[in-house]
């Protein structure tokens, strides 16, 4: 594996009405005020998790007071990590919940805990920064959006490419028309699961190691014996917690998308699937291989296609006029002259975040909106769980981006919302 490869994938698997603002943040009963700390809890400590609490303990402005996580492995860790005594280390984000003295927090869990996890934060008045994809499927992301608006919570999403400048000028370039009138825009994945641990996926039932909460972890998730297989990083193989590389490098590069296509509210009209394909074997079911098509109402189409040429992963737009290659660090513009292109005093500006978590700390202060907000974060996410519902289904599929729902299509809007396992329920 080349360095940039590894670099990429390291850093893949680390967007003016009254509010509501924390008694801790405002200074009231002797809480602390907007100059000193925004008083944090951290849940999901593995290594995304990790990397964000990281982050967040850099900003002296913020003060983590507790860590959750089911594994108390990552548990202890994260505790030494921000010098936390061991009674602040919870294994239930729920006992966190009612805890007034904290005014945020930041989720890292598995897919499938994000939208239960952010409605309760948002609904005991804490701001939340969420990892991506938004929520494991579109109903869900739909609540979590109007909970968190209704609830006048701040939300950052963890689609951290906005904080970037070099994904904020392509978006420039495109929307104030650089590249022509913009037809396509194709999105590269990788296109094989990248497994940690050496696992195949064939492994056996195993006991649950001491000390880490199977039951909790899996959640909403259908009962299944453990294996160390299925846990940790590679859950996002497995179908039952998220659809792959779909929204696992989708949910970054799409959002880029859209912030191009000025489509930050909206959705596709009409998606399709071909070259599906899944493991015949095994336990990571997730799908593997595809070519996702997305039609947008004003005629613009992308593709999410999987692929194992490297130097495909990221985001192209094109247009009439020419086209512009984004991820991180790289950006190519067909004509190269474009690179020395300033924007005019007319042309129109894009949202400027330099550090995706400390934007997220100065609207916890200010009340403004985030980089990766919550319908953006929503919208973004929808598009990955509409492309895997293609896959699924095999068929073109017609949507109704305002009402979010399949034109004529009942068995597609039963895979709309995700089926909750035992006692979880979403409300």
């Known amino acids: 594996m080349s360095k940039s490869r590894r670099h990429f994938i390291q850093k893949a698997s680390l967007a003016s009405a009254p509010l509501i603002v924390n008694s801790s943040v405002l200074g009231r009963e002797g809480a602390t005020s907007p100059n000193s700390r925004v008083q944090m809890a951290c849940i999901g400590v593995g290594g995304q998790g990790t990397g964000n609490m990281s982050n967040f303990l850099q900003d002296d402005r913020v003060k983590v007071l507790a860590v959750c996580d089911v594994d ?16 602040d280390g919870y294994n239930d984000y729920r006992k966190l919940m009612g805890r007034k003295d904290i005014d945020a927090v930041m989720i890292a869990t598995p897919d499938h805990w994000h939208s239960l996890i952010t409605i309760a934060a948002a609904r005991s008045g804490k701001d939340i920064y969420c990892e991506k994809p938004l929520a494991a499927s579109i109903g869900e992301g739909r609540l979590v959006a109007d909970i968190v608006k209704n609830e006048k919570r701040v939300l950052q999403c963890g689609t951290w490419r906005r904080s970037g400048i070099h994904s904020r000028m392509a978006c420039e370039w495109v929307r104030n028309g650089y590249i022509g009138d913009l037809k396509k825009v194709t999105i590269g994945v990788p296109g094989s699961f990248h497994i940690r641990g050496g696992y195949s996926g064939m492994e056996g039932p195993q006991e649950i190691p001491k000390g880490f909460d199977y039951k909790m972890w899996s959640g909403t998730t ?130 400027v975040s330099k550090h995706h978590h400390r934007n997220f700390i100065d609207c916890v202060l200010s009340r403004k909106r985030t980089a990766s907000s919550v319908e953006s974060a929503h919208r973004a996410a929808s598009v990955c769980h509409l492309g895997s519902i293609a896959t699924e289904t095999g068929e073109l599929l017609k949507f109704d981006s305002k009402k979010e729902r399949f034109l004529g299509n009942p068995e597609a809007n039963d895979l709309l919302m995700r089926k909750f396992h035992g006692k979880w329920k979403l409300s």
């Open 72 to 87: 108390q492995n990552h548990r202890d860790r994260a505790l030494g990590i921000a010098k936390l005594d061991k009674g």
């Open 222 to 351: 259908p009962d299944v014996p453990y294996t160390a297989a299925r846990c940790h990083f590679n859950f996002r193989w497995i179908a039952d917690y998220a659809p792959g590389y779909v929204t696992d490098w989708g949910a970054h590069f799409i959002d880029v998308a859209h912030w191009g296509m000025n489509a930050d509210d909206t959705g596709p009209i009409e998606i399709s699937a071909k070259n599906v394909k899944r493991r015949e074997k095994g336990i990571y079911d997730a799908v593997e291989s595809f070519h996702i098509r997305y039609l947008y109402a004003g005629g613009v189409e992308m593709n999410l296609v999987s692929t194992n040429d490297t130097s495909l992963w990221g985001t192209k737009f094109i247009g009439t006029e020419g086209s512009i290659f984004v991820e991180n660090q790289k950006l190519i513009t067909d004509p190269p002259e474009l690179l020395r292109k300033k924007l005019t005093g007319n042309d129109e500006r894009l949202y």
